[in-house]
Nanobody, 119 residues
Framework: QVQLVESGGGLVQAGESLNVSCTAS????????MGWYRQAPGKERELVAETDRDGRTNYALSAEGRFTISRDNAWDMWSLRMLSLKPEDTDIYCCHGRVIADEASYEYWGQGTQVTVSS
């Protein structure tokens, strides 16, 4: 089992920067991939950025060049650095962890943190 808790987020003006962080507890050594998704009310979650133990990193097109995902060496905390924020970046940002065990994949989610960008 893995528990994820986000921190950061908040209200900023367009063009400003913001960091959101995710702290994992429980079986953190079993986490294979970690990332960030965004979700608007009534819509499905969308990938923002993700990185994994094989060194692969993926970004949504809207995030490339502006957002950077990073993690600590213990793989129990990861952050999303968001630059040049736009009003359309407003959403709830959820951290995500994927555990692969016994040929199965398990998904874990944080509760989400609100990011609001005013124009």
């Amino acid at each position: 089992q893995v528990q994820l808790v986000e921190s950061g987020g908040g209200l900023v003006q367009a063009g400003e920067s913001l960091n959101v962080s995710c702290t994992a507890s429980g079986s953190v050594t079993s986490i294979y991939a970690m990332g960030w998704y965004r979700q608007a009310p009534g819509k499905e979650r969308e990938l923002v950025a993700e990185t994994d133990r094989d060194g692969r990193t993926n970004y949504a097109l809207s995030a490339e060049g502006r957002f950077t995902i990073s993690r600590d060496n213990a793989w129990d905390m990861w952050s999303l650095r968001m630059l040049s924020l736009k009003p359309e970046d407003t959403d709830i940002y959820c951290c995500h962890g994927r555990v692969i065990a016994d040929e199965a994949s398990y998904e874990y989610w944080g509760q989400g943190t609100q990011v609001t960008v005013s124009s």
